[in-house]
Every structure is written in C-alpha cells, then in structure tokens.
Nanobody
Framework: LVQVAESGGGSVRAGGSLTLSCRISGITYRMPCMGWFRQAPGKERERVAA????????????YYVDSVKGRFTISQDNSLNTVALQMNGLKPEDTAMYYC???????????????WGQGTQVTVSS
C-alpha cells in the first residue's frame, strides 16, 4: 500500500518560515515526480512546487508557481522518495492546506498526480 505522509505545517506570522516534509512509503523504486500543492478555502487546488527526479546521476528539475518563486524551495532529501518544501517570507495569502503528491510519470508540472497525502495546514497571520 503506497502512502504519502506530510508533516511540518503550523501557524506563523507574516515573514516567518516553515519547512514541510513528505515521505512516500510502500514502494521500493524511485518516484520521479513529487510535488506540493495547496488549497485555500473556496479556491481550487493549485500547484506550488514540483520536482522531477530522474535518477541515474542526472540533475533534478524544480518547478514553482510564480507567486512563490524566490521564497519557497523544494528539495530532495537523502532518503528515497522524501522531499521537503522550505517556505520563507510567508504571507497571509500562503495560508492553505498543503498537500504532497507523487507520480510515476516523467512530466511533473501538472495536478493529475496519482498518489496524494492527507494534507498539512499552514496558517500565516498578518
């Protein structure tokens, strides 16, 4: 059974930082696409950041929505199928439920990921 588990959400004041972590369990092979998405109340789920992890010594590729570029960083942890999202300079408009997702495809900047976590809440106060 493949499971996606997020952690690290919380409440911070504007300008603060949080780090979200995501781990995929239940599989033994590398998941090439791992991404972070968010959904605020009354809004559609949107892409935040994603990473293509090709393996084989090739470089990873990161993708970001314009609103978080320069503030958020997605990174691959040393453990298989584990990624983090470092969020700096948080703004009240970043408040949302953040979801981690994984997919076995080779194109990662989309929302139709196959495996999804339950989400972790991020709240930014002004």
């Amino acid at each position: 059974l493949v499971q996606v588990a997020e952690s690290g959400g919380g409440s911070v004041r504007a300008g603060g930082s949080l780090t979200l972590s995501c781990r995929i369990s239940g599989i033994t092979y590398r998941m090439p696409c791992m991404g972070w998405f968010r959904q605020a109340p009354g809004k559609e789920r949107e892409r935040v950041a994603a990473m293509y992890i090709p393996g084989g010594g090739r470089d990873n590729t990161a993708y970001y929505v314009d609103s978080v570029k320069g503030r958020f960083t997605i990174s691959q942890d040393n453990s298989l199928n584990t990624v983090a999202l470092q969020m700096n300079g948080l703004k009240p408009e970043d408040t949302a439920m953040y979801y981690c997702a994984a997919d076995s495809g080779s194109w990662c900047w989309h929302t139709n990921y196959f495996w999804w976590g339950q989400g972790t809440q991020v709240t930014v106060s002004s």
